[in-house]
T-cell receptor, first 114, second 114 residues
Framework: GAGVSQSPSNKVTEKGKDVELRCDPI?????LYWYRQSLGQGLEFLIY????????KSGLPSDRFSAERTGGSVSTLTIQRTQQEDSAVYLC????????????FGNGTRLTVT | AQSVTQLGSHVSVSEGALVLLRCNYSSSVPPYLFWYVQYPNQGLQLLLK??????LVKGINGFEAEFKKSETSFHLTKPSAHMSDAAEYFC????????????FGSGTRLSIRP
C-alpha cells in the first residue's frame, strides 16, 4: 500500500515568505508527527497528533510555526515569515497510534530559505 | 518526560569489526525504546524496538540491542560490520501511553572502512 507522502519534496522560498508543507499519512493511522532534521541536530520533535486528542505542540520552536490535521488524515505544517534558520528537512511520520507502534516516515520536504 | 542521548556523532569502524553505537535514555515512566536507520538518500526505517519482555532485542541486518534498566542504556551492536551498514542511526524513546510522544536522539553517523 501507499506510504507516507509529503509535498513538495523541495521548497525554496525567500526570507519573510510563508510556506505550507503537506503530509498524507498512511490510511487508518491515527498518530501523526512532524519532525525537523538539520545537520548535526538529529530529529527535532515539532508536533504530535493522536486521534481526536488535542495535539502536543510542545516542540514548535516559535509562534511562526503551526500545524493542523483535517479530518484525522492530511496534515499541513505552516511556517510564517520564514527565516534562514528555518532551512532544514521537515519529516512527517505516522503510526497506528499505539505507544509501541513503529513510525512510518515520509521522504521529507527540504526547505531552503534564501 | 523522556530524553535520549547518543554518544558520538560519528563512529568509524573497519569492515568486519564490531559495531557499537551508544544510547542512553531518561524517562519518568517505563520506556519503549527504538533504533531507526537512515541510509543515504533514503527515509528512516525501524531497525528494532524494545517494548516488554526479553531485554535483548534482535533487529534487521544482524543488529541487536540490549535494554539495561540499571544503566538506562539501549546500545546497538553488530558483531561484524558490512559496507552496506554505512548510515545514520537514531535512538528513540517513548513512554507507556499513547499520549506520549516519541523523542529521538541526535543521531550517530556510522562509516565503514574497507
Amino acid at each position: 500500500g501507499a506510504g507516507v507522502s509529503q509535498s513538495p519534496s523541495n521548497k525554496v522560498t525567500e526570507k519573510g515568505k510563508d510556506v505550507e508543507l503537506r503530509c498524507d499519512p498512511i490510511s487508518g493511522h491515527t498518530a501523526l508527527y512532524w519532525y525537523r532534521q538539520s545537520l548535526g541536530q538529529g530529529l527535532e520533535f515539532l508536533i504530535y497528533f493522536q486521534g481526536n486528542s488535542a495535539p502536543d505542540k510542545s516542540g514548535l520552536p516559535s509562534d511562526r510555526f503551526s500545524a493542523e490535521r483535517t479530518g484525522g488524515s492530511v496534515s499541513t505544517l505552516t511556517i510564517q515569515r520564514t527565516q534562514q534558520e528555518d532551512s532544514a528537512v521537515y519529516l512527517c511520520a505516522s503510526s497506528v497510534g499505539q505507544e509501541n507502534s513503529p513510525l512510518h516516515f515520509g521522504n521529507g520536504t527540504r526547505l531552503t530559505v534564501t | 518526560a523522556q530524553s535520549v542521548t547518543q554518544l558520538g556523532s560519528h563512529v568509524s569502524v573497519s569492515e568486519g569489526a564490531l559495531v557499537l553505537l551508544r544510547c542512553n535514555y531518561s524517562s519518568s515512566v517505563p520506556p519503549y525504546l527504538f533504533w531507526y536507520v537512515q541510509y543515504p538518500n533514503q527515509g528512516l526505517q525501524l531497525l528494532l524496538k524494545y517494548t516488554t519482555g526479553a531485554t535483548l532485542v534482535k533487529g534487521i541486518n544482524g543488529f541487536e540491542a540490549e535494554f539495561k534498566k540499571s544503566e538506562t542504556s539501549f546500545h546497538l551492536t553488530k558483531p561484524s560490520a558490512h559496507m552496506s551498514d554505512a548510515a545514520e542511526y537514531f535512538c528513540a524513546v517513548t513512554g507507556y501511553s499513547s499520549a506520549s510522544k516519541i523523542i529521538f536522539g541526535s543521531g550517530t553517523r556510522l562509516s565503514i572502512r574497507p
